[in-house]
């Protein structure tokens, strides 16, 4: 396990995964199988059938009908732990991934107050070491105090243990500020995260310029106002070099971007979310809080320029952007809500959903693009290859059911999806051998 990773110890029971259909596009593991899990790590992978239980060890069902995967990584959620407790906190946050098929996640620096200091960090990693169902890593506040105005100890905050530094939320206004971000970036290493938005076209903004803002009368953010600023950093990026990622593309051109600056040669990735590939500003309405997002909704050739940049590699991994907010802010007008959805508990059946089922996309994408965003982040993506830590999901591709209607393990429910009927659920997942999430009829350890 990475030290950029915090959270639950490597379990010591043993488990039998019988009877599974296995899937590891990276690792060319396709078909029936059973695994064995023993000390945190896959132990065996043998054809389905031929391993037999041992003395003491849990066995979990699969009936030659159940999935197991590499467990999924998402590179960018909002845990809201420090000062925002009320909303999400590290249990129920990652809680909430387990449930989803996640073994670990990267939180968010915009928390109150920003995670900017070293001390401050460390403090939140140890915290996480005691709470956290899957393992999580967190980002550091690129300016201090998420101002724009100056830097952050970002060296000092590399060495305390941060993935990356990202005032997301907020972009970086400031382009002398970016650029001495790059030169130290490339001093102490780790990712430049940035939240493209140019302040002054998106400001006041409340959903994507179109037809839907003109109809509701809303006032509007542009698509320029992401693409402008993409162009800009990577002009900088380009001159000063380091290592960027792009958080939640949203729009046409943002790919075209993406596309050039990697056939430049220059050091970029990005992601996109469930909520940008499935839906569009079309669907916004002034009833439905939760379809408020940031970066907005796009119009229906955004997000199918998406899911081409996705289907293609241009666009690098999905990330959920899991934003949890109190009912009470959700429950204002549209105008005045904050902006953001939940999105770990819904992320694999939606785009299996959506995507996969119509043909869209290929279930073998799909499971690479949720978990290789770790190697972005210099971590190494979940695996069923013998030998490597134990963190797998297990998925019911069958079943069906309605988004929300047992509750939610997040605090929150403002998810975009919610009421929605979805096909295949996650039933299980493991974290370095320890089962973290269960539908199984299995007991879960504490």
């Not at 300016?143 to 970002?154: R, V, Y």
Request: charged fraction near 20%; include cysteine; charge should be negative.
């Amino acid at each position: 396990m990475s030290g950029l990773l915090v959270g639950p110890q490597p379990a010591g029971e043993r488990l039998l995964l019988k009877e599974f259909q296995a899937l590891d596009p990276a690792a060319g593991i396709e078909g029936p199988h059973d695994l064995r899990i023993a000390k945190g790590k896959v132990a065996e992978l043998a054809p389905a059938g031929s391993l037999e239980p041992g003395e003491g060890e849990t066995v979990l069902a699969g009936a030659g009908r159940l999935m197991v995967l590499p467990a999924f990584f998402d590179p960018h959620v909002h845990l809201r732990t420090p000062g925002q407790e009320h909303k999400e906190e590290l249990a129920s946050g990652t809680s909430a991934a387990a449930a989803g098929g996640f073994w670990a996640v990267l939180a968010m620096a915009n928390t109150q107050p920003p995670v900017d200091a070293p001390e401050l960090l460390g403090a939140l990693r140890e915290r996480a070491g005691r709470e956290a169902r899957v393992q999580v890593g967190f980002f550091a506040a690129l300016s201090a105090g998420l101002a724009g105005k100056s830097l952050a100890e970002l060296v000092a905050l590399r060495e305390a243990g941060a993935v990356g530094f990202s005032d997301d939320g907020r972009p970086v206004a400031s382009a002398a500020l970016l650029r001495d971000a790059l030169r130290y970036q490339r001093l102490c290493g780790g990712v430049i995260a940035l939240h493209e938005e140019e302040p002054q076209l998106a400001a006041g903004g409340a959903i994507r310029e179109g037809p839907t803002a003109t109809r509701l009368a809303l006032p509007a953010i542009p698509a320029a106002a992401e693409s402008a600023m993409i162009a800009r950093d990577l002009e900088l990026i380009g001159a000063e070099g380091g290592r960027v990622h792009f958080l939640h593309l949203s729009t046409a051109r943002s790919v075209e971007l993406l596309a050039q600056a990697k056939e430049r040669g220059l050091a970029v990735s990005g992601e996109v979310t469930p909520h940008h590939l499935i839906l569009d500003e079309a669907e916004v309405s002034l009833s439905n809080t939760a379809l408020k997002v940031n970066p907005p909704l796009g119009n229906e050739a955004d997000r199918r320029a998406l899911l081409e940049g996705l289907r293609s590699g241009v666009i690098d991994c999905l990330a959920t952007d899991h934003a949890p907010h109190a009912p009470e802010e959700k429950e204002l007008p549209l105008e005045l809500a904050p902006m953001g959805t939940t999105g770990l508990e819904t992320a694999f059946a939606a785009l299996y959903t959506e995507l996969v089922k119509p043909g869209l996309l290929s279930l073998a994408r799909l499971v690479e693009a949720l978990g290789c965003g770790a190697r972005l982040y210099g971590i190494e993506p979940a695996t069923l290859r013998p030998g490597a830590p134990a963190n797998l999901c297990a998925v019911d591709l069958e079943a069906r059911w309605v988004a929300g209607e047992d509750g939610w393990r997040s605090k929150a429910a403002n998810c975009c999806f919610a009421g929605r009927q979805l096909r295949g659920r996650v039933v299980a997942t493991l974290c370095a051998g320890r089962l973290a999430f269960s539908r199984l009829g299995v007991e879960v350890a504490a």
